[in-house]
């Protein structure tokens, strides 16, 4: 057994609001912060032209809604120089909390792109959780304009959100019976672009006679280290972790098993 792991009124309302939200300037404190729905897909502000950050608007504040657990944010910042100096661009928790924060250094027509990416966690991202992106200037002046991706991230499968960080909030995987397997994707953060740092997946195996094993293999994508543990109940029965980036990493369990009994496992990857 393997696991690896015409337009519509609706439509039409949604860009009018989107369309709302692009002509109106930034706000210039948390209270008065431009609310910017997110949703699956891209979304430039302001849509046409550029923002001002200079000496008469020194701080920009957006209010960011929407973002929840298996999406992953991507913010682009367009920055242009029109007098030399710098800039700092802040993305908040919605209780202030320091999220990810970046420099941005401009000189007289200089044109610079500045990225931010915030996977959240199921945890992170209750619903009604909000971000603020905050943007202040200490010196200089630029122009500048903000794309917002908005990407899916889901684990196991397209519906199923982000896989929790506890055993309460695991994603139930489907049976698996004796010589068979099931492969799916899964998404972690990396440390410097969100905190969905660990997911739990239920397992429901029944094997086909005694001493057969349940062997699990692992994979991470290219700049990724990753943990696997496999429990029953609140026993680690293995654990093991990639030696380097990328490395796959592989569980075997092999018992004696009651053929055609289903026994219950979970799975937590970090």
């Given at each position: 057994?393997?696991?690896?792991?015409?337009l519509?009124l609706?439509a039409?309302?949604?860009?009018?609001l989107?369309?709302?939200?692009?002509?109106?300037?930034?706000?210039?404190?948390?209270?008065?912060?431009?609310?910017?729905?997110?949703?699956?897909?891209?979304?430039?502000?302001?849509?046409?032209?550029?923002y001002?950050?200079?000496?008469?608007?020194s701080e920009?504040?957006f209010e960011?809604?929407?973002?929840?657990?298996?999406?992953k944010l991507?913010?682009?910042?367009?920055a242009?120089?029109?007098?030399?100096?710098?800039?700092?661009?802040?993305?908040?928790?919605?209780?202030?909390a320091l999220?990810r924060?970046?420099?941005?250094?401009?000189?007289?027509?200089?044109?610079?792109?500045?990225?931010?990416?915030?996977?959240?966690s199921?945890?992170s991202?209750?619903?009604?959780?909000?971000?603020?992106?905050v943007?202040?200037?200490y010196?200089?002046?630029?122009?500048?304009?903000?794309?917002?991706t908005v990407?899916l991230?889901?684990?196991y499968?397209?519906?199923e959100?982000?896989?929790?960080?506890?055993p309460?909030?695991?994603?139930?995987l489907?049976?698996?019976a004796?010589n068979?397997?099931i492969?799916?994707?899964g998404?972690?953060?990396s440390?410097?672009e969100?905190?969905?740092?660990?997911?739990?997946?239920?397992?429901?195996v029944?094997?086909?006679?005694?001493?057969?094993?349940l062997k699990?293999r692992?994979?991470?994508?290219?700049?990724?280290?990753?943990?696997?543990?496999?429990?029953k109940e609140a026993?680690?029965?293995?654990?093991?972790?990639?030696?380097g980036?990328g490395e796959p990493i592989?569980?075997?369990?092999?018992?004696?098993?009651?053929s055609?009994?289903?026994?219950?496992?979970?799975l937590?990857?970090?």
């Amino acid at each position: 057994m393997r696991i690896e792991p015409k337009l519509s009124l609706a439509a039409l309302l949604l860009l009018s609001l989107l369309a709302a939200a692009s002509a109106q300037p930034p706000g210039t404190s948390f209270e008065t912060a431009l609310q910017v729905d997110l949703i699956p897909g891209k979304l430039t502000l302001p849509e046409e032209g550029y923002y001002q950050l200079n000496e008469t608007r020194s701080e920009a504040y957006f209010e960011l809604r929407g973002l929840e657990g298996g999406m992953k944010l991507t913010m682009e910042l367009e920055a242009l120089g029109a007098e030399q100096g710098r800039s700092i661009i802040t993305l908040y928790s919605g209780e202030g909390a320091l999220i990810r924060r970046e420099k941005v250094v401009y000189g007289e027509g200089t044109k610079s792109t500045i990225e931010l990416a915030y996977q959240p966690s199921m945890e992170s991202a209750e619903p009604g959780a909000r971000q603020y992106l905050v943007l202040k200037r200490y010196s200089g002046a630029m122009r500048y304009r903000i794309t917002f991706t908005v990407d899916l991230v889901e684990d196991y499968a397209p519906g199923e959100g982000d896989a929790g960080a506890d055993p309460e909030t695991a994603i139930s995987l489907p049976p698996i019976a004796g010589n068979s397997s099931i492969s799916f994707t899964g998404h972690l953060a990396s440390r410097d672009e969100g905190d969905d740092f660990a997911d739990y997946y239920k397992l429901r195996v029944s094997f086909g006679a005694s001493g057969e094993s349940l062997k699990i293999r692992v994979k991470p994508s290219g700049g990724l280290q990753v943990a696997a543990s496999l429990y029953k109940e609140a026993y680690m029965l293995k654990h093991n972790a990639s030696k380097g980036h990328g490395e796959p990493i592989e569980l075997t369990l092999t018992g004696e098993w009651e053929s055609g009994k289903e026994y219950g496992f979970l799975l937590r990857i970090d």
